[in-house]
């Protein structure tokens, strides 16, 4: 069955993206880090996006999307296939009682993940267990997966069941309904109701626009329906009616090759060899590596047996048999160019995506093939989704080895920045202790402490001349003076008026003093408590030098030996990292090239039929010679 909504947009879905034209408005992103984490999710840069997100993880900032970036998180993993990490992740949110909603996707992608690693009945247990919170876009994919578990436990009937209610339904995506259908008509026909799934693969391909968008994929998809009715029907022996539903499918689609030469086993099967020969040489001016042009190969000398034509029969096998040769030839040729590396390093020098220090996503494709010396016999390697998931698997080893040496050259530079700030720290120490010293504390605090004494007194005693200003003080020195003069002269007479207006002076400056004293011993007492708070900052900053003394090398020692001990993982990861690269390189070569030994082993098998075939005919000959010279000397 199809995968029918990829991973992304599964997820889009999780952060609050529309699934459906009807879908509620996208949910408000309250952490900034989590935000950071979704744009470089949907920038396509995975990699950044999980390590970003585990970073804020770690530090507790993603609040209150702590159940949503957790999900998020096994949903990478997954999609890197650390399949046993995503697990732990999707069971850890479920042991912990998240939201109903959370739970739901959890156990859907538990189930999937299950289903990816083949066990089927705790796939079923996952998915029974999922209630109705699921994004409709999500539960279109669980019906899916559902059909798909079903079908690989062998349950055609329930998997039938299951894709019925896709068939009818209005589906958020326009291809998932079509796709139900044609799983819907294989799982019946796997079923043994031929004629129930016959119904469904044929209503699919006979569909034309409007009913079927006009596009490849779905142009695809209709061949498809028609080759897999007409393939059933000819395992049925129904040769006749297999017939019509090959001939349906295009000429130059991507199933016309395996529809020619199964229309032509449809002919020969309704005893019409000559018809049969028809589309057959069609194939024959076809792509020779193409699997169905080399079974051609041998269904064409085949029908000229059945039609008598024995000389054309026997020029067509040895035909057959020195092109099976030749193919075999180039395809030691393509196997030796693999094992020396040729494929891999050519795609990865033909796909930027690919190489190191791009950033590594999840759904880069093989976009140009390199120079081989036979490219076509990489189409069935490149179809291959285990060669595909090697390469990715080689991919992404060559993206952590570029960010590895990117990450070395950075622990480097770290390094030399605690070297200088250890540095400047020496050179800066003296200074900054000679300016503690020299604003002598201690005397301060003496200094403080008098005055405070001297507040006490004067407010104890209302002692209003303490807290004169300068120039009521100069007042309050020259009245003074005045009146002591004049006292001095007592006994001198027509003094009287000068000393009325002394004491008129003097009760002045007494009665503004008086007045001013309340908001001036406030005022003094404000500044004292101002000094408090200096002096304690100055305590305090005083405090922390000599914490510093103490901590700040402690602090440079921590970080240089954390530098170190990451310079030396990082370092030992490198050669790991190479070492596994090279394996997995080893790896999917050896993928591509079984591919090739598969088709060598299935062209010695045709090779050996038509080797068979042609000693079949050569008795065949010698019979009839035998026959003739019995018959003549009878006479």
């Known amino acids: 069955m199809r ?7 599964v997820l889009a879905c999780w952060v609050g993206s529309a699934c459906a034209a009807d879908a509620p408005p996208p949910k408000l992103v309250q952490a900034p880090h989590y935000g950071d984490t979704l744009f470089q999710f949907f920038q396509d840069h995975h990699f950044s996006a999980i390590t970003g997100l585990m970073t804020s993880q770690h530090f507790e900032r993603l609040a209150p999307h702590d159940d949503e970036a957790e999900l998020l998180r096994g949903g990478m993993l997954l999609s890197y296939g650390l399949h046993r990490e995503a697990g732990e992740v999707f069971a850890q949110l479920l042991d912990a009682g998240a939201k109903p909603a959370v739970q739901d996707r959890a156990r859907f992608f538990l189930a ?27 539960d279109e994919e669980r019906a899916l997966l559902h059909a798909n578990v079903l079908l690989a436990s062998q349950d055609y009937a329930g998997a039938a069941q299951q894709l019925r209610s896709l068939t009818g339904a209005k589906t958020s995506s326009p291809g998932a309904s079509f796709y139900a259908r044609y799983n819907l008509g294989v799982a019946l026909v796997r079923n043994g109701d031929v004629a129930g799934g016959r119904v469904w693969l044929d209503e699919l391909g006979k569909a034309t626009s409007p009913q079927l968008p006009a596009t490849p994929e779905y142009r ?22 297999a017939s019509g539903y090959l001939q349906r499918v295009r000429l130059e689609g991507p199933q016309s090759s395996k529809a020619l030469l199964g229309y032509g ?12 020969l028809v589309p057959w040489q069609e194939l024959l001016r ?12 041998l269904a064409v000398p085949l029908s000229y047996v059945e039609l008598g034509a024995l000389g054309q029969a026997l020029t067509r096998y040895q035909e057959a048999i020195a092109l099976y040769g030749q193919e075999s030839a180039l395809l030691d040729e393509s196997i030796a160019a693999i094992r020396a590396g040729r494929l891999i390093e050519g795609l990865l020098a033909a796909n930027p995506s690919a190489t190191p220090g791009a950033e590594m996503s999840w759904f880069d494709a093989i976009q140009q093939l390199p120079a081989m010396p036979h490219a076509g016999h990489l189409a069935d390697v490149l179809a291959q989704h285990e060669f595909q998931e090697a390469f990715k698997n080689l991919r992404d080893l060559h993206f952590l080895a570029g960010n590895l040496q990117a990450w070395q050259d950075k622990i480097e530079a770290f390094g030399d920045m605690v070297a200088h700030r250890r540095q400047a720290y020496a050179q800066r120490l003296p200074l900054v202790l000679a300016q503690a010293n020299a604003a002598g504390l201690g005397a ?62 003097t009760g002045l400056l007494t009665w503004q003093l008086a007045q001013d004293h309340a908001a001036r011993l406030w005022a003094a007492q404000k500044d004292l408590r101002a000094i408090d708070r200096a002096l304690s900052e100055a305590r305090d900053r005083e405090a922390a030098l000599a914490r510093a003394q103490q901590q700040e090398p402690a602090r440079f020692d921590a970080f240089a030996a954390r530098t170190q001990a990451e310079a030396a993982r990082i370092a030992a990861l490198i050669p790991q990292v190479a070492r596994l690269t090279q394996q997995q390189q080893q790896a999917a070569q050896e993928i591509a090239i079984a591919q090739l ?26 019979s009839q010679k035998d026959g003739h010279k019995e018959g003549d000397r009878a006479k």
């Open 220 to 241: 695809a998809l209709r061949d498809q329906a028609n080759l897999a009715l007409g393939f059933a029907l000819l395992r049925d022996e129904q040769a006749e009616a």
């Open 286 to 297: 076809r792509d020779a590596r193409d699997a169905a042009v080399l079974e051609a190969r």
């Open 265 to 276: 086993w449809a002919l020969a099967a309704a005893k019409k060899h000559r018809e049969a």
């Open 112 to 138: 999937k993940i299950r289903y990816q690693r083949g066990l089927l009945p705790e796939a079923l247990d996952a998915l029974g267990k999922i209630g109705s919170h699921l994004p409709p876009q999500l």
């Open 3 to 9: 995968r029918a909504f990829t991973f992304v947009t």
């Open 597 to 622: 030994v598969k088709q060598k082993e299935r062209l010695a098998l045709y090779s050996t039929e038509a080797h068979f075939a042609v000693a079949q005919l050569h008795d065949r000959a010698a």
């Open 444 to 505: 301060l605090q003496q200094q403080r402490d008098a005055l405070a004494t001297e507040l006490e007194r004067v407010e104890r005693e209302v002692d209003i001349e303490a807290l004169a200003t300068p120039a009521q003080r100069a007042l309050l020195e020259r009245v003074q003076r005045v009146n002591a003069s004049l006292k001095a002269l007592a006994d001198e007479p027509g003094l009287d008026a000068a000393r009325h207006r002394a004491r008129l002076a």
